[in-house]
């Protein structure tokens, strides 16, 4: 019996997705070259765009494979069970909680040839099982915790993911260890609300990076972190940890602070602008990024301005812009809704911006001098890897092997990444 994965969304599911390999290969079935027996899609909820590729891969997957058992997982079902259950062709439906029992509900589907649909609670245990290293990348990626207890306005995640709950040091270490022995240089440490680490634990989110430094990884950076969640005590803390990257991905969502109350979100401007000023402090040259939703309910042309203004007051290297998404069953969907064609010119105008403050940050690492961890091959002509703050980089004329890291000067940029030569 053969098996395929097809994952969608976060790295976490990448995570997850290759602890759902490891329990096929240990149940006796073999990783499909191209039709598979088994079809399963790890979801994603956070978006409707999100939920609408998960069937969209739900349904390829049955048309390219007709007679495989098809799978769908994830927080698609378990933020909406009902519409994942009973409106999809999947032959298996489950939530986050079941993903480790996938390999048994096959071999009983076999068996019956009865339709399954098992979403069942999410504990407030973390489940070690769930997840192991992805190591499919240049970087290998650790999932460190899970759940957020946050309740944004606007977000399904409490609902697909359910309370915080954290993967013990010692646990962070092991798969830390895997990673160096395999020949990963970088380590990602990744989870729903990464700031958020340790509550369960009476740890914070410096002993989960301690926890990788213990296990000699070269470099270890952090995924998208919540500004109210790294105070001053603990940027002291990072700032003694070997290795740490100077690269601090901080979701903003909004520069407005009227906006952010509606939202929610549990910091305003003053308080993101003072973790801003502190990881600059302690970390010179360091590259702040960040997530900003526009169009979000009841957002005037003014907050749309103020806005943009506070993330070119920031001045971030990098902004992901997202146009709001309803989701069913939050407190935002019940809101008064912007207008789609306001939110489209909203998100150009904020990419565009997005670009010229992206151009402003390479232009000050002109001359500057790095470390590049070089990826897999993307062209004959260039070596391209990412700097310690995430800067993408192009060697031409350079053929270094992949997990290389390179020390290179920035040499020029154009749109999108910088050009370097070896030192």
Do not use: W
Not at 45 to 51: D, E, G, I, L, P
Not at 217 to 239: G, H, Y
Not at 344 to 362: G, H, I, K, Y
């Amino acid at each position: 019996m053969t098996y395929k994965v097809i994952t969608l969304g976060c790295k976490l599911n990448f995570c997850e997705s290759a602890a759902i390999e490891k329990s096929f290969e240990e149940s006796g079935f073999t990783k499909a070259e191209g039709k598979a027996n088994v079809c399963i899609v790890n979801s994603c909820a956070v978006t409707s765009t999100a939920v609408a590729k998960a069937r969209h891969a739900l349904s390829r997957a049955k048309r390219e494979n007709p007679n495989a058992v098809t799978v769908l997982c994830g927080c698609f079902p378990q933020s909406y069970p009902e519409e994942a259950g009973l409106k999809t062709g999947a032959d298996i439906v489950t939530g986050n909680a079941e993903k480790n029992r996938l390999p048994e509900l096959v071999k009983e589907f076999l068996k019956t040839r009865v339709k399954a649909v098992k979403i069942k609670p999410l504990s407030r245990e973390y489940d070690t099982e769930s997840a192991v290293p992805d190591e499919d990348r240049t970087r290998a990626f650790i999932k460190v915790e899970d759940g957020c207890d946050r309740f944004c306005s606007y977000c399904i995640i409490p609902t697909a993911r359910g309370r915080v709950r954290s993967l013990p040091p010692e646990k962070i270490t092991e798969q830390a260890l895997q990673c160096v022995e395999h020949g990963h240089n970088e380590i990602v440490l990744t989870g729903i609300n990464l700031g958020c680490y340790g509550q369960d634990l009476g740890s914070t989110l410096s002993d989960a990076v301690k926890a990788v430094e213990d296990a000699g990884a070269e470099r270890i950076r952090l995924s998208s972190l919540e500004p109210e969640m790294i105070t001053d005590e603990e940027i002291v803390k990072l700032q003694k940890i070997r290795g740490l990257c100077p690269h601090f991905h901080l979701s903003l969502q909004s520069g407005s602070d009227s906006v952010l109350k509606r939202m929610n979100r549990k910091y305003d401007k003053e308080q993101y602008r003072h973790v801003v000023e502190s990881l600059r402090g302690a970390f010179p040259n360091c590259a702040i990024t960040t997530d900003m939703i526009v169009g979000f309910p009841g957002e005037t042309d003014e907050e749309f301005i103020e806005s943009v203004e506070f993330a070119r007051e920031i001045g971030f290297a990098k902004i992901h812009v997202f146009p709001y998404s309803l989701r069913k069953g939050t407190v935002a969907a019940e809101m008064e809704q912007v207008h789609p064609n306001i939110k489209s010119d909203r998100v150009d105008m904020l990419t565009a911006a997005a670009v010229e403050l992206e151009q402003n940050f390479f232009e000050t690492m002109l001359g500057t001098e790095h470390t590049v961890l070089i990826e897999k091959p993307q062209s004959k002509e260039y070596s391209h890897g990412f700097t310690e703050s995430y800067i993408p980089v192009r060697i031409y004329g350079e053929e270094l092997p992949r997990h290389t890291l390179a020390d290179v000067r920035i040499t020029d940029y154009r749109d999108g990444y910088c050009i370097g030569v070896v030192i």
